[in-house]
Each structure stands twice: as C-alpha cells, then as structure tokens.
C-alpha cells in the first residue's frame, strides 16, 4: 500500500532519477508549472540542460506534450497517464483524447529472462510445465510480456510474465509521485483543488495491485463465474499452479479484430447482431452484477467464429488488471440516471446524480433543476437513436464539476467502459440504439426493488438491525445522559434573526417536532409489524400474519405522508 513507500526527498540514490523527470519535464515546457530552479537546487541537476529545450517540441500543444513527456518517463507514469484518463473529474475533454493515445513503448526483455522469472516465482522450470515455450513474445507493455505456450495437457495458454526488477523502480516513481503532488498542493493553486495527493494515493494503491497477478487472477474467476453457461461471451480459462504473484497463465484465445467488419463478415459473423450483442454485455455487467471490466477497447477483445450465437461471434476479452464494481445502490441509482435519460425525467436524472455523488446533497437544488433542464434540451431533444450515451455522459460531468458534486472512481470508470463499448458498437453498426439496447437492463433493476420477496428480506434486515440496535442502545443512551449531566456535551447553534423576529424560527421547530414524531412511530409500528411478521402468529392472509400486515400498511402509509410532506416543502 501507499503508506509502506517511504518519502524519495532526502535519498541520495534516487536523487538522479529527481533530475532526469525534472530536465524531462523542462524539456517538454513544463518549468513554469513545477517552478523547476527549486526543484534544480534540490537535485543539483545541470543548469545547462534545464535551459535547453528540444527543437521544435514547444510549438506543439500542450496536452500532447504531455503524453510525451509521459511516455518518456516510463512505465510508471505511463500508467499515471491512462488512470488519469479515466478519471473525467480531473482532465477536460481535450486531455483526455490525447492520454487516451498514451502508448507502452517499452522494449520487451529477453525470452530466456522470461524463462528464469518463471522458474523463481512457480519453482519448476519451463520444460517442467509446458510442451512449448516460445521465447519471442507475444506482446509487450510497461509492466510485463506475453508469451505463448502450450501446456502439459496441449491447451495453448499466455504466459504473462512481469518484467525483472519492475516493483522498486515502480516504488520509487510513486515515492517521487506523491512529493511531486505534495510540492503542487503548497505551491501551484490551480492544481491544489484537485487533491493532487488523494489522487496520486488512489493511483498508487490501484497501481501496486496490478503488480501483483494474483489480484488479476481472482478478477478473472470472479468476472468468469458471472458469465458461466453465457454462450456470448468467452473469458480464458486461468490456469492457478501456473500462475503467481509475477506470472499469470491463462488460455489462450484467439479471433477476430472487432474493428474490421469485413473480415467479420467473411467469417460468418453479423456486425450488426454482434453491436447489439457486446452492448448488452455491458449492460449486463453494470446493472446485473455491478462488477465490470474497466478497460474493454478493441485490443482486449477478440471475436471468436461460433455457430452457438445469433450473431456468428462470440465475445473473447483479455486483461482483468483493471476492474469495476458498483454496490447494489450505487447500480440502483445509476439505473435511475440511465432510465431518466431515456426518458428525458429531468426531476429523476438530477436526484439519481445527488444519490450517487460522495456528499448525497447539492449547493442549490433550484438551479441545478434548471441545468439538467438546459443539459436535457441540448443534447437530449432527439430521437433515441441519434443520442450518443458516450457524448452525453461525458458532458454531464461538467454539470457536476459546476455544482461540486464529486462521484467516487468507479463512476468514472463506468463512464469509460460505456463509452469504449458504445464506440465499438457503433463502429459495427452506425445506426446503433444504445441507449434503448440499455433501458431493460435498467427497469429490470428498478422493477426488482419492489418485488414482495426483496421487500420481504428487507423487512428481515430492518427487524435483525432493530433488535441490534435495542440491545445496544439504553447503555449508550446512558453514556450519553451521563455525560450531558457532567456538561461534557456541547451542541453550537446559529441563527440569524429574521425580520419577523422569532415566529419564522417557532413555525420550522413546530413542522421539525411534527415530522420527528411522525418518523418515530412510523419507524416503530414498521419495527413491530416486521417483528409480528417474522414471527409467523396467527390470524394470516396468503401466510402473512394479518396484524403485522396492517402494521406494515400503516407505516408505509405513514411513510410515504411524510416523503410527500418533504418533497412538497422543497426536499430534505
């Protein structure tokens, strides 16, 4: 974790990697920003080279020379690049396409390097485990390589194999990372808005865990275990005595580009049924089982010739590294979010981004009414089927960066895969209905909520935490009345006296007392009747003890009195 890397400041050894970032930095026209002569005086780097830049590279955007001067520090902030990118709160639509271009141009190690890595991490040599080793690799990125093998069983596997010595250099870049963020916060007020620490800390720990594969491992049994009996979708069998903390062994699938239709359609395949296909795929992730793969772009996909479906292809996906996960609200919310864009519920597509963001309240309710309502005109009055979900959701985030509502990283991350498999999509078929492809999955899990056997078990729930919480409560209400006698407890108050002195202020405390009565024996009669309930005494109807079912109707009814009060006097 994090907490475990220490501070690079103060650390001969890594003094020079201090410099080599800074004069990268400069190189690429990025010393105003860092205010690098104080960064120089640290790392007592050449003056001469920080006063040289590259000719040519400053006449280039910045937001390229960004992802250059990424791409030239190395693994590590390679994929500080393509996290960020992901991360549409914090970098603004241009930035973001030119990270999404970010490229591991790391040159691959040698086989027999490969070869020995293996044998460390499993205990058995290479001869030992497979048939065939191809030393050449497959594939290349920052973090490791692939090769292909054939087992002892002759299933053909990839051999993902971590590059030697990769975690300290990679522990050091995240040590310099988080001084780098520390350095921004105090000194560049543009960027201390963004937490530049919180989000090198996010980055670091989501980074530390794709070096070790066994958290890539269990994200592909888990993702495979969802889709189990799906002919639609094909995830690589993992292969756990053959994999470890630095290798990972799974089957190896082979197919199609996703991307070149015509090849698609000379294997049988139909890119119109298959768009369709991978949408609902997505779909099914998200709002089925709230645990999605983060990164699903063309190249961790290959389509597989199949007869078994109706498209002709099944969906093959690679590189379980990055993964999303979305808790049974949160998916209930986003659903409500999806639902209201389709059908253009305004009201409901601003309470389902209140419901999801970390604070779950907004500075001014009125004028954010009025902003979803503009958002909607402007890029929702059209048909479902000219609406781009990808352009509008994206959009949507500078509604929520303009009322300060901050969502969680993995609403993001969703953005992001919804996106990439909408772009897929429509590559395959232009005239693809996303949205309306969307909207079952979506009122499938809004329709579930009010289903008698989900309310029951809630009913169950309610009952158990209530019985908890009596037994625990007269000796902390205790506490609590014993401290209030000792005059250890202070509760600040402030109001501002109105014009009409204090009537105003005696008229709220009324409605308050009122709607705090009505909640408690509402609360109450719902505790009791889920108690009678649960405890199956006669008389019943359809065998459902008839006291606790009139209990139950009663402080529903008392509920929604309540809710409706609320609602009508402007929300909570």
């Known amino acids: 974790m ?36 104080a960064w120089q005086q640290i790392t007592g780097g050449d003056k001469g080279v920080l006063e040289t830049h590259a000719s040519g590279l400053l006449s280039k955007p910045p937001q390229e020379r960004l992802r250059l001067a990424l791409e030239e520090l190395g693994p590590t902030f ?34 027999s390097l490969a070869k020995e890595i293996f044998a460390r991490e499993i205990g058995k040599r290479v001869s030992e485990a497979f048939l065939e080793f191809d030393e050449k690799p497959l594939a290349g990125a920052s973090i490791a390589q692939v090769h292909r093998a054939v087992n002892l069983d002759g299933v053909m596997v990839a051999v993902k194999v971590q590059r030697p010595d990769i975690r300290p250099v990679i522990e050091q ?13 105090a000194h560049v007020p543009d960027f201390a808005s963004l937490n530049p620490v919180a989000v090198v800390k996010e980055f670091a720990e989501t980074l530390l865990k794709e070096l070790d594969f066994t958290h890539e491992a269990g994200n592909a049994e888990r993702f495979a275990d969802q889709f189990r009996g799906n002919p639609a979708i094909k995830v690589p069998k993992l292969f756990r005595e053959l994999s ?57 996909m290959a389509i597989i010739p199949s007869k078994d479906v109706p498209c002709g292809g099944v969906l093959g996906l690679y590189d379980y590294g990055m993964m999303g996960a979305f808790s049974p ?27 999801m963001s970390e604070d779950g309240n907004v500075e001014d309710f009125d004028r954010m009414l009025r902003d979803v309502e503009d958002f909607s005109d402007k890029y929702l009055n059209k048909p479902l089927s000219e609406i781009n979900l990808s352009l509008v959701l994206n959009n949507l985030l500078e509604l929520l960066r303009a009322h300060r509502l901050r969502m969680k990283g993995s609403f993001y ?78 509760i600040p108050l402030q109001h501002r006296i109105d014009a009409q002195g204090i009537e105003p202020l005696r008229v709220t405390l009324d409605s308050i007392a009122n709607r705090l009565a009505n ?48 609602w009508k006097h402007g929300g909570l």
């Open 78 to 111: 390679i994929k500080f690049g393509q996290i960020l990118s992901s991360r549409r709160d914090l970098v603004d639509d241009i930035y973001y396409d030119e990270l999404c271009k970010l490229q591991d141009n790391v040159p691959t190690f040698p086989g």
């Open 244 to 300: 470890g903390e630095r290798i990972l062994t799974m089957e190896f699938i082979a197919g199609q580009s996703v991307t070149k239709t015509e090849a698609l359609r000379s294997h049988g395949i139909d890119p119109i049924v298959l768009s369709e296909s991978i949408s609902g795929l997505i779909y099914e992730q998200v709002f089925t089982y709230g645990f999605f793969h983060g990164d699903p772009h063309p190249g961790n």
């Open 413 to 490: 991350l969703g953005i992001k895969a919804l996106s990439q498999v909408e772009a897929v999509g429509r590559s395959l078929n232009p005239g693809l209905n996303f949205i309306e492809l969307g909207r079952p999955y979506a009122e499938k899990l809004i329709a579930g909520k009010y289903m008698p056997e989900h309310l029951l078990e809630l009913l169950k729930k309610l009952g158990t935490a209530s019985v908890d919480f009596l037994e625990v409560f007269p000796s902390d209400f205790r506490v609590l009345w014993n401290r209030m006698k000792r005059g250890e407890v202070t």
């Open 2 to 37: 994090i907490t475990e890397i220490r501070s690079a400041v103060g650390f001969a050894t890594q003094l020079p990697r201090y410099n080599e970032i800074v004069t990268i930095l400069f190189k690429y026209g990025f010393a105003d920003v860092l205010k690098l002569v």
């Open 329 to 355: 609200s949160f998916r209930s919310n986003l659903a409500q979010l999806i639902a209201g864009l389709g059908e253009k519920d305004n009201r409901q597509v601003m309470l389902a981004l209140i419901d």
């Open 173 to 185: 870049d995240l040590s310099i990372l988080v001084d780098l963020a520390k350095f921004l916060e």
């Open 519 to 566: 909640a408690i024996v509402a609360a109450s009669i719902l505790i009791c009747s889920a108690l009678l309930i649960h405890s199956g005494i006669p008389p019943k109807i359809w065998h459902i003890p008839l006291i606790g079912l009139i209990g139950l109707c009663w402080g529903g009814y008392m509920c929604l009195r309540i809710a409706l009060s609320t």
